[in-house]
T-cell receptor
Framework: QKEVEQNSGPLSVPEGAIASLNCTYS??????FFWYRQYSGKSPELIMS????GDKEDGRFTAQLNKASQYVSLLIRDSQPSDSATYLC????????????FGQGTTLQVKP | DARVTQTPRHKVTEMGQEVTMRCQPI?????VFWYRQTMMQGLELLAY????????DSGMPKDRFSAEMPDATLATLKIQPSEPRDSAVYFC????????????FGSGTRLTVV
């Protein structure tokens, strides 16, 4: 079992819709969770972090964390074509060494 | 904006040659990571340093890869000898403290071994 799992997609949504990206992780003691966005040919860019159960909102982005279910998600409201990218889920495992384990990423396509 | 600087951006080399990739982390960051990204494997952690000390290099093929941090402004990743399967994008990332804040990635080095 991979430590961090994501559906590779592609996830296709129409412009203006809500895109929902999901991630599960295997280490129950994981402490910190991050979402990175990576445009084709570019480096990953941090867009959201979440540490506690519940929701965290930042503009059009909402991160949701459920530690009991070992599940973290990212919602993108009012999706725009410029949101088309690969979204990487990253987890800081319980060892708290600071290292981040990444999922394979979900490719999001927002169609005009 | 503070940034992580990686050189070279692109490298094409012949199998068997030595490759050195360099990274200048953001000033003040105490943790530096090396990741490799391929289509098949995604982002794989190769090695990382805290306050210049190596913490974990278990993701690295030890016989050919080496990572060092000779000073706070420079991290290096060397491959000797290089093989075609090493072709990938190599990213350096830096951050502060124990990872609770996320990390900033450099632009990457795209390595092609022919």
């Amino acid at each position: 079992q991979k430590e961090v799992e994501q559906n590779s997609g592609p996830l296709s949504v129409p412009e203006g819709a809500i895109a929902s990206l999901n991630c599960t992780y295997s280490d129950r003691g994981s402490q910190s969770f991050f979402w990175y966005r990576q445009y084709s040919g570019k480096s990953p860019e941090l867009i959201m972090s979440i540490y506690s159960n519940g929701d965290k909102e930042d503009g059009r982005f909402t991160a949701q964390l459920n530690k009991a279910s070992q599940y973290v998600s990212l919602l993108i409201r009012d999706s725009q074509p410029s949101d088309s990218a690969t979204y990487l889920c990253a987890v800081n495992p319980s060892s708290n060494t600071g290292k981040l384990i990444f999922g394979q990423g979900t490719t999001l396509q927002v169609k005009p | 904006d503070a940034r992580v600087t990686q050189t070279p951006r692109h490298k094409v080399t012949e199998m068997g040659q030595e490759v050195t990739m360099r990274c200048q982390p953001i000033l003040g960051h105490n943790t530096v990571f090396w990741y490799r990204q391929t289509m098949m494997q995604g982002l794989e952690l190769l090695a990382y340093f805290r306050n210049r000390a190596p913490l974990d290099d278990s993701g690295m093929p030890k016989d050919r890869f080496s990572a060092e941090m000779p000073d706070a402004t420079l991290a290096t990743l060397k491959i000797q000898p290089s093989e075609p399967r090493d072709s990938a994008v190599y990213f350096c990332a830096s951050g502060l403290v124990g990872g609770s804040y996320g990390y900033t990635f450099g632009s990457g080095t795209r390595l092609t071994v022919v």
